[in-house]
């Protein structure tokens, strides 16, 4: 998941405790409206965590185990995304492993490791705490309704006649499409209550419709995962995750040559271009402030460019020789 930063860079905290100190430190350039749907949303998204914690300690031991090593893979994938050359995007596959969890283990797990994922991303993009806050709390809300989509569908299309992988690939795309709008309008619309204006959908969609194809390729994977974990266990998921970590370990070395070499590219030209305006300014300085006479002519004899000197020489002002 790709974090959205609702604010500006973070003030000093004002001496003092409770919610007043809280909202004078980190919402003081909240309106009235934006501050209560933050706190709306803070509030629904920590629920939503109690509620994913209370039934995720509920599981049998070995399960919880599983699901505390796959949160901790979610959370290194999240924070060494792989950087695309020469765009703003990156390649995050923490989102497999979230809708894998939900595949496997079912709404509760997936809605806590999607919060884990959404707290590191936005780590990595924003240093105010009610951004993380509310990033995190979207992420757990939005995968936890999500999720419960998917336990729902999934039975419902098995019942309808649909395959069991069908059933199963389907109702985790369903789940893509729930927790798209669900993870990114309410972030979308804090900035839009913030700066007075409505959400618009279409803008919305602009913005988010590339975030909606990575969470149908992840639910995709995930999926595909999960499935060969049904028929061949458990294990050969954990060598696939290994092959894969290996792959994008290579890959993010490769890209990361790939961007160090395109920055120093740049700075070459940069400072070559720097060196052309440094050159251009010494010689009109020259040329203007020259003692003698001289002027710029072209090929076809057309004066392009005079000094003070031959003007003075020649008794005429510059625009009567060019």
Known sequence: MSAIDLHRPAERAPAGRGWAAFRRAHLFDYNVIAMRFWLVLALAGGLSLAVACWQVVRLPASDIVQVVAWMMIVALAAAFPVAIPRTKHSIAVGDVFVFLLLALYGAAPAALAAALEGAVACTRSSARVSSRIATTATAALAMYASGLLFEWAEPALLAAGVPSAGAHLAA????????????????????????????RPREWFADASGMGAVYLVASLFGGVLS???????????????????????????HFGHQIAEHRAQVERVEAAELEAVQNQQRFHAAFTHAAIGMAIVSPHGQVLQVNQALCALVGCRPEHLL
């Open 172 to 199: 985790l795309a369903l789940a893509a499409v729930c927790y798209l709008p669900a993870s990114t309008m309410p972030l979308m619309q804090v900035l839009c209550l913030k700066h007075g204006r409505s959400l």
């Open 227 to 253: 499935l060969n974990a049904q028929q061949f266990g458990r294990s050969v998921v954990a060598v696939g995750v290994g092959v894969v970590g290996v792959g994008l370990a290579m890959l993010r070395s």
